[in-house]
């Protein structure tokens, strides 16, 4: 299921796709989204010995705007058909943006997948720090900002201690917030954990009940 902003990406991805020339030999368009809510896009190149992908393309052009960390990247084909990024884009994703969301296909349609989650072993260049993110819905804004939600359990969401940028998902954009995770717990749920799973449902909907979840404590700076 995508979110409101997910599917602005995914709607200004497939318009730039509509607009290429249908003779062309690549037509793959993408758009990114950065934390200010700026929209960035790209296309495929195609040339003699290779082709430039879209996804790189779009990536590129974010980091000429001179853009934030990217929050979600969405690659479309033809006839708007979402596609899984190739290997070199994901690379550079999850060297620059270790924390994007990246928009596949799946039975179930279009859905977000953590660019860790689709390269589990990549590798990532030791000299490069890029921003990392802590997601929330921004119904928790409040509660998180007067210190009553220093906790909160993930699914299939990598995070690790240290700072963070804190970020609060509107309609049409972002609130942002500078924190630090203080520690992650791992833990599988069990039978026992019933009221917990009712309550991550509503952000994971295909959650099995035996899952492996992060326990994220935090703080704001």
Avoid: W
């Avoid at 082709?51 to 084909?77: I, K, M, N, R, Y």
């Avoid at 990532?124 to 802590?134: F, Y």
């Avoid at 359990?153 to 690790?160: A, K």
């Avoid at 630090?180 to 959650?207: F, I, K, N, W």
């Amino acid at each position: 299921m995508l979110s409101a902003i997910e599917r602005r990406v995914l709607e200004t991805a497939v318009a730039l796709a509509e607009a290429l020339d249908p003779a062309a030999a690549q037509q793959v368009a993408c758009a990114v989204i950065d934390v200010h809510g700026r929209l960035h896009t790209g296309v495929g190149v195609d040339h003699c010995s290779d082709a430039a992908c879209a996804e790189l393309a779009a990536v590129a052009a974010a980091a000429a705007a001179g853009a934030g960390p990217l929050t979600t990247v969405v690659a479309v084909g033809g006839q708007g058909a979402v596609r899984r990024p190739c290997r070199r884009a994901l690379d550079l994703i999850l060297d620059r943006h270790p924390d994007c969301l990246v928009v596949v296909p799946t039975a179930d349609g279009p859905a977000p997948r953590h660019v860790q989650l689709l390269l589990p072993n990549g590798a990532r260049h030791a000299h490069l720090t890029g921003v990392r993110l802590l997601r929330f819905n921004s119904r928790y804004h409040d509660d998180i900002v007067r210190g009553r939600k220093t906790s909160s359990v993930r699914y299939q969401d990598p995070v690790s201690a240290g700072p963070v940028l804190v970020l609060f998902e509107d309609e049409d954009g972002y609130r942002r917030l500078d924190g630090v995770v203080d520690r992650v717990e791992e833990h599988r749920l069990t039978s026992g954990d019933h009221e917990l799973v009712a309550a991550l449902r509503q952000h994971y909907p295909t959650m099995p009940d035996d899952a492996e979840v992060t326990t994220v404590h935090f703080h704001l700076q």
